[in-house]
């Protein structure tokens, strides 16, 4: 099994996907029951454009609880394709989990602003997106600003009149 999982994550590496791909349907064939098989073949049908066959895998490979590392990447990968397949409850309640387990991951967030947006929720999105921007952002004109960046990040419909 080693081997074969070895050989598969080479050939994603070398852009093989395909070929990588077959090699870990036949694991999960295998070993229905190793989480780390199904999540590197959802993965899988990620790298080739094929969300729908990729749900499958991600769920089962979290119901059988992956290592966190690896948990971390499912999540990700999971709430993601929900996005990608309108499923945005789907994907805003997978993200919440992931923000929840892994609240240093930004990855999370924006993926989760992306989900936020669709659901016409456009104002949290760009809370979002602002807030992981100044805590992320090494650029000396951001950081300079990052104090006005945070008070504006959820006042982005008020409209400041002058007293005059």
């Known amino acids: 099994m080693e081997k074969k999982l070895s050989a598969a994550l080479h050939l994603r590496a070398c852009g093989e996907y395909a070929n990588s791909n077959r090699l870990l349907l036949g694991l999960a064939e ?5 989480a780390s098989i199904l999540y590197q073949c959802a993965w899988s049908f990620d790298l ?5 066959k990729a749900v499958t895998y991600y769920e089962k490979a979290i119901e059988l609880k992956l290592h966190m590392d690896e948990l971390e990447g499912a999540l990700l ?3 993601s394709t929900y996005r990608t397949l309108g499923e945005y409850e789907k994907s805003r309640n997978t993200f919440l989990q992931g923000i929840a387990s892994f609240p240093e991951n930004k990855a999370f ?27 992320t952002t090494a650029d000396e004109q951001l950081f300079n600003y990052q104090k006005a960046i945070r ?14």
């Open 151 to 164: 008070f504006y990040a959820d006042k982005l419909d008020v409209i400041w009149e002058s007293s005059n």
């Open 77 to 79: 990968g999971l709430g």
């Open 48 to 52: 080739l454009g094929e969300e729908r």
């Open 109 to 135: 967030q924006i993926f989760y602003a992306m989900t936020l947006y669709n659901l016409k929720e456009h104002n949290q999105a760009m809370k979002l997106l602002l807030t992981c921007l100044v805590d």
């Open 30 to 34: 295998q070993f229905p029951k190793d």
